[in-house]
């Protein structure tokens, strides 16, 4: 029988009273399982971290999730973090580095949101910490006042490059996303190519600029109520589609 593929889910610490805790959202988890990818399990962003390597051997692909904090700024810049920006250092240790090992050792990567800004600064590009106080940008965050669902909607359109692989996916040039991001990229990582751009101009989506591993990164949040959009479920099928073939490639069918 075939082993599902494993596929590692960084965690974000929490402080949740007088402990610490390591946690995932469950919707991310659910869209590992019901897209067909594989198997989730987390990787707990410890500070120091875990060994790595050892940890990605046993993995067929990484999903780099959303989170509620930011980047710790000194990854990228040496301007300060703004008043209230909420910070994770032991996932931006974990991460960081994962991501560059990953490349090197094939791993395949999904990244959306933080995730997406993760790939960009392990790749030596920076972020813009407020896009919406950033000149010619528009405000890409959401309205907490309202419900999930209204939070989750298509917020805006964006342009996929022609001949890449989300217009691949979608079959068109141009799809509708939900946008709940404060911050965004500044400067273009090495060895990343833009995937999509949203009408502002800012970077939406970005891909390694190579066959192999895969790796794509999504600013949006294709997790949410993913099969009901084929769009956000042919993202996950690719990837899962990565995730099978190094499955199957770490231990072939006798």
């Known amino acids: 029988m075939r082993r599902l593929p494993l596929i590692g889910l960084p965690t974000d610490r929490k402080q949740i009273g007088a402990h610490p805790y390591q946690t995932v959202g469950e919707k991310y988890l659910r869209a590992i399982i019901d897209s ?3 198997t989730p399990l987390l990787l707990p962003s410890l500070d120091p971290p875990l060994p790595l390597a050892a940890v990605l051997e046993q993995f067929d692909g990484l999903f780099l999730t959303g989170s509620y904090s930011n ?3 000194h990854h990228y810049s040496d301007e300060p973090s703004y ?3 909420f910070h994770d250092p032991a996932r931006d240790r974990t991460t960081l ?3 560059r090992l990953a490349i090197t050792m094939q791993v395949p990567i999904l990244a959306v949101c933080r ?4 790939v960009n600064v ?3 590009g920076s972020l813009l910490q407020k896009v919406h106080e950033t000149p010619g940008y528009a405000d890409h965050r959401e309205d907490e006042q309202q419900t999930l669902d209204q939070q989750y909607a298509p917020a805006h359109p964006v342009d996929l490059v022609p001949g890449g692989w989300l217009a691949a996916i979608a079959g068109c040039q141009r799809v509708s996303v939900n946008s709940l991001h404060g911050q965004g990229i500044g400067v273009l990582g090495r060895d990343l190519l833009v995937e999509a751009r949203a009408g502002d101009g800012l ?3 970005i891909r390694l600029d190579a066959p192999l591993p895969f790796l794509l990164a999504v600013q949006w949040h ?3 109520k993913m099969l009901e959009n084929p769009f956000y479920l042919g993202i996950f099928q690719a990837f899962a589609k990565a995730a099978q073939a190094r499955a199957q490639s770490r231990n072939p069918t006798p």
């Open 71 to 73: 980047i710790e700024p």
């Open 203 to 205: 970077i939406e989506a």
């Open 36 to 38: 067909g990818c594989g």
């Open 115 to 118: 995730g997406f800004q993760e």
């Open 83 to 85: 008043v209230g920006n």
């Open 122 to 124: 392990a790749l030596g």
């Open 222 to 224: 294709p997790e949410w």
């Open 97 to 99: 580095a994962l991501i």
